[in-house]
């Protein structure tokens, strides 16, 4: 039997500006998500209980035990769904863990979208499970262009075929980064509203910067890349991306990248 495959793709903020806190003590936020061709790979198959294998150059990064989210997204997903059997799940780490670009997130989306499809049940099951699991798994699960407000969760789709295609290139000091951590030094002004996310910024940089100097060191880098027309830091760090005018360009400062770094030459979707 060919197993359940799912793509667990990298997320980009291509903006993100902080409004303000809110009383549930979390961040009011203003962003635009875009999702990468590339990210995690998930398999699943069949089995009595649900089980989760681990592989990648990630791997090791990982908590084990209820703590990691695929697990907490697969018994959250067969519990609101009162599903009676279990699934053997494999997951194939990528991208690196607390890098800012989805990674447990997507991990957790792409369980509920495999788990879904092998246990043939009706999709809002998945939807419904996803905000409990964290800010960003909604977006995750919809891998689609999206504007995200409230704490990141509440979506509203827009157009993205003016950047599908877009070649990209992630770079990371390999350094991970608390998103607790960062939004605590947000400095408590609100950062103005999000119109254009090519005049935006992310306003938890200077925070992260605070925490890994390195960003600016990789920030500047990309800048400094022939064809890299957008640089920017993604989510709460440690990751930054650069857009490019072409995917030789592209593939030109991919060559390039300081070899201590972890990066990826991808597209966005």
């Known amino acids: 039997m060919i197993p359940h495959r799912d ?81 053997a799940i494999h997951l194939d780490k990528r991208l690196p863990v607390a890098a800012g670009i989805g990674g447990g997130s997507a991990d957790a989306a792409a369980a509920l979208r495999l788990l879904t499809s092998l246990w043939h049940i009706d999709p809002p099951h998945a939807a419904a499970v996803a905000p409990a699991l964290g800010s960003d798994v909604p977006a995750c699960l919809l891998s689609l262009t999206a504007r995200g407000a409230g704490a990141g969760d509440e979506l509203s789709l827009i157009d993205g075929s003016d950047i ?74 440690a990751t930054c991306f650069a857009l490019f005018e072409s995917a030789e360009a592209r593939d030109r400062a991919a060559e390039a990248v300081p070899r201590e770094w972890w990066h990826l030459a991808t597209t966005l979707r």
Not at 204 to 224: F, M
């Open 7 to 87: 793509i667990a793709a990298a997320k980009l903020n291509l903006a993100l500006h902080v409004r303000e806190k809110r009383p549930d003590g979390r961040h009011a936020i203003e962003t635009i998500f875009a999702f990468c061709t590339d990210g995690d790979r998930l398999t699943a198959d069949p089995a009595d209980a649900i089980t989760l294998t681990v592989s990648g150059p990630f791997a090791g990064d990982l908590p084990d035990g209820g703590d990691n989210l695929v697990l907490r997204a697969a018994h959250a997903l067969q519990e609101a769904a009162t599903v009676p059997h279990g699934a």
């Open 164 to 237: 599908a295609g877009t070649p990209v290139l992630l770079a990371n000091p390999r350094e991970a980064l608390s998103t607790a951590a960062v939004f605590a030094r947000w400095n408590g002004i609100d950062q103005g509203p999000l119109d254009d996310w090519r005049q935006g910024f992310n306003g938890l940089e200077a925070g992260a910067q605070e925490l890994v100097p390195q960003i600016a060191t990789v920030i500047a880098w990309l800048t400094a890349q022939p064809g890299a027309n957008v640089v920017r830091m993604s989510g709460s760090g």
